[in-house]
């Protein structure tokens, strides 16, 4: 039996044996992503090809920690309704031996190219990074063809998640890096074929222009033209709270510039966070058939208390976002829930059109684990409405202050902790609540919260509530997916 048939087998006896534990967490989810068992990150390799959606992970099997990462993977035709498929990748070469790490896919003459990060380490823990190449004519089973790209100089080994695109008639890559004098950085390398790649230099960060001071490590890159501006999303590690922004340990962001491929050069303007919640990393984005720039995010962040969640104790952890589709609107970077979401509403509607005057109340038909909320037509003018969703969590908005917030109870200490930010004015909501999740989006998309949430298992309660006079029209579905098949 080779490294990888061992490792494979081992993944499934993972699966096969914790089932019956995991499928009894009361906080499992409905209608997201999860891994079968052990803990999932970093979305990978996102792509359409022939129709049908590819969406690989970083996973680890064996425990919910960090480790020697596997590629797992998902496939869906509608965004919807989604199938477990056979492992992508294990690592069981010596370049990958300590994780096949996070990366990108693009389709070259009918077949999936992945580029992926192969990590190795020797026993005192020193690091070594590899760019590596494996191919799929059928998106399941990859043929590895080993490292194209070795450490450049100028950059420790933190050097990582390839993301890759085409442009004209030469393909790009931007890799995320750490420099020698510990500045966060993204690499950019091209090339003609996919196989032999060129470095041209740092695209951003590395002590140079508006982010050369900008945190020690740039994970995750991602570069793409977006209605005539060209975004570069990633995800800076080191960065110092500032006010409302930046309060997650690491941040998840974008800036909006323009790429020029002849000169390699980008000029852009500022950061600005994807997401306000408490779990929100590593996002990774496609293009559909329809011209959609579509994105799916890992719903947490690194180092930020995960050995804490309850669902440990079920032997998983963690779980992708919805997927949604970014657009440039003034500015700024929207994000909506992709159209097909439609399909998980499986209730008719509830809706009421309510007042309120200094009071909280709870409204007939409106509750439940895994709903849609539509909350339109907000009119406010002073003081705050709020919506409590069970006991696990509760949006604020301030029209006084121009301030949205999200609470949640703590889950290390049971204590209440908050994100904000600042919205001039509150005139709709879309909530997704799944089990032990919430991704609300503001404004048609301006903003959005995502956080994990873990209310009173058997608590379905959403109230309603203002301290003057608040007026919306609530509408609500009941949600369920019956395909994530896992």
């Known amino acids: 039996m080779t490294e990888d048939e061992q490792l494979r087998q081992e993944a499934y006896e993972q699966i096969e044996k914790n089932k019956n534990l995991v499928?009894?967490?009361?906080?499992?989810?409905?209608?997201?992503?999860?891994?079968?068992?052990?803990?999932?990150?970093?979305?990978?390799?996102?792509i359409q090809v022939n129709g049908v959606f590819h969406l690989y992970y970083q996973w680890m099997p064996f425990k919910t920690d960090h480790g020697a990462k596997f590629w797992g993977h998902y496939s869906s035709e509608d965004l919807v309704n989604w199938r477990h498929e056979s492992i992508a990748l294990t690592p069981s070469e010596w370049y990958e031996k300590n994780g096949c790490y996070s990366g990108s896919a693009i389709e070259?003459?009918?077949?999936?190219?992945?580029?992926?990060?192969?990590?190795?380490?020797?026993?005192?823990?020193?690091?070594?990074?590899?760019?590596?190449?494996?191919?799929?004519?059928d998106g399941i089973h990859f043929n590895k063809k080993g490292p194209l790209i070795y450490l450049p100089e100028g950059f420790t080994a933190h050097f990582r998640d390839p993301k890759v695109w085409k442009q004209e008639e030469t393909y790009f890559m931007v890799i995320g890096a750490q420099t020698k004098d510990l500045k966060g950085a993204i690499a950019l390398y091209q090339s003609k074929d996919l196989l032999n790649w060129t470095y041209r230099g740092i695209l951003v960060g590395g002590g140079k222009g508006e982010l050369q001071e900008f945190g020690y490590m740039f994970e995750c890159p991602d570069l793409f033209h977006l209605d005539g501006k060209d975004i570069l999303v990633f995800s800076p590690q080191g960065l110092e709270t500032q006010g409302m922004k930046y309060q997650n340990v690491y941040q998840a962001g974008y800036v909006i510039g323009d790429f020029d491929p002849k000169t390699g050069e980008y000029r852009h303007q500022e950061f600005e966070e994807l997401d306000r919640g408490f779990d929100f990393y590593a996002p990774q984005t496609t293009i559909d058939s329809k011209g959609r720039r579509l994105l799916?995010?890992?719903?947490?962040?690194?180092?930020?208390?995960?050995?804490?969640?309850?669902?440990?104790?079920?032997?998983?952890?963690?779980?992708?976002?919805?997927?949604?589709?970014?657009?440039?609107?003034s500015g700024k970077v929207y994000q909506v829930p992709v159209d097909e979401l439609d399909q998980l509403r499986c209730s008719e509607v509830v809706s009421h059109t309510v007042?309120?005057?200094?009071?909280?109340?709870?409204?007939?038909?409106?509750?439940?684990?895994?709903?849609?909320?539509?909350?339109?037509?907000?009119?406010?003018?002073?003081?705050?409405?709020e919506i409590s969703i069970s006991d696990g969590g509760r949006i604020i908005y301030s029209a006084d202050e121009k301030v949205i917030s999200f609470e949640r109870k703590s889950y290390v200490d049971g204590m209440t902790e908050k994100r904000q930010c600042i919205l001039s004015g509150l005139k709709n909501l879309r909530i997704f609540i799944d089990t032990s999740s919430v991704e609300i989006f503001i404004n048609d998309g301006l903003e959005t919260f995502t956080s994990r949430i873990y209310p009173s298992p058997k608590n379905d309660k959403i109230t309603f509530g203002a301290s003057k006079d608040a007026s919306f029209t609530a509408l609500k579905w009941d949600l369920n997916v019956k395909n994530v098949n896992i």
């Not at 967490?25 to 970093?42: K, Q």
């Not at 005192?124 to 590596?132: K, L, S």
């Not at 208390?305 to 079920?314: L, N």
């Open 108 to 137: 070259y003459k009918g077949k999936i190219y992945a580029f992926y990060t192969g990590n190795v380490k020797d026993e005192q823990g020193n690091r070594e990074t590899y760019q590596c190449l494996a191919i799929s004519e």
């Open 355 to 385: 007042k309120l005057t200094k009071e909280s109340q709870e409204l007939n038909g409106i509750h439940g684990k895994a709903v849609e909320l539509n909350i339109q037509d907000i009119e406010i003018a002073e003081g705050w409405m």
């Open 296 to 329: 799916f995010g890992w719903m947490s962040v690194p180092d930020q208390h995960e050995q804490d969640h309850p669902t440990i104790e079920y032997k998983w952890i963690h779980n992708m976002t919805l997927p949604r589709e970014l657009k440039l609107v």
């Open 23 to 46: 499928d009894q967490d009361p906080y499992r989810l409905t209608y997201h992503i999860m891994p079968p068992v052990g803990l999932l990150n970093d979305p990978n390799g996102f």
